[in-house]
Every structure is written in C-alpha cells, then in structure tokens.
C-alpha cells in the first residue's frame, strides 16, 4: 500500500511539474508606452484579476497577466493583490466568535 502512494504521489508531482509555464522572455523589456510593470501595478493587477479575467474572456485586448513587467516583484504584487481579494482582505471571512 505504502509503495502504491509512493507510486500515485509521484505521478501527481510530475503531473504538476509537467504543466508549470515556461520562462517569459519579455520579462524587463518595456512595452510599446516604455513601461515596465512592477510591484505596485501587480498589485493593482492582482486586485482586480477577477474582472479583467471575466472581461478577457469577451475581449481579445484585455489580459489577465502584463508580460512587460518586472519579474518578481511584479508576480510578488499581483499574488499578494490576488490574495487580499479572494480570500485575505476585502471579501475574507470573519471568524465566528
């Protein structure tokens, strides 16, 4: 039983390694305005991902994700934005007393 787990735990991670994106190559290059996304605008990014990704589906000049941005500090923003509005700040749960 043990080495059947083993088994389906790592068919599960290559599974999940195997579906990973691969590197941007317009990291730190500027847009055509010469911009270049960073933390800030990831976090605003990441605040309103949820209507830009129910706008980009009806729109082929929205997206979800700015490719021209900065690298970590960039995904940095847009992760802790996303996070703030789906589970950590604006809607998250209060705890029942």
């Known amino acids: 039983m043990k080495k059947f787990a083993a088994l389906v735990f790592l068919a599960v991670l290559l599974f999940s390694i195997s579906c990973a994106p691969g590197p941007n190559k317009l990291t730190k290059t500027p847009d055509l305005e010469g911009e270049v996304a960073g933390f800030w605008l990831g976090l605003w990014h990441g605040l ?32 802790l934005g996303a996070g703030l509005f789906l589970s950590g700040g604006i809607l998250g749960r209060k705890k029942k007393k």
């Open 48 to 79: 309103i991902a949820p209507i830009t990704f129910i706008v980009s589906l009806f729109s082929d000049k929205v997206t979800l994700y700015e490719v021209h941005n900065s690298g970590g500090w960039y995904n940095f923003g847009f992760v």
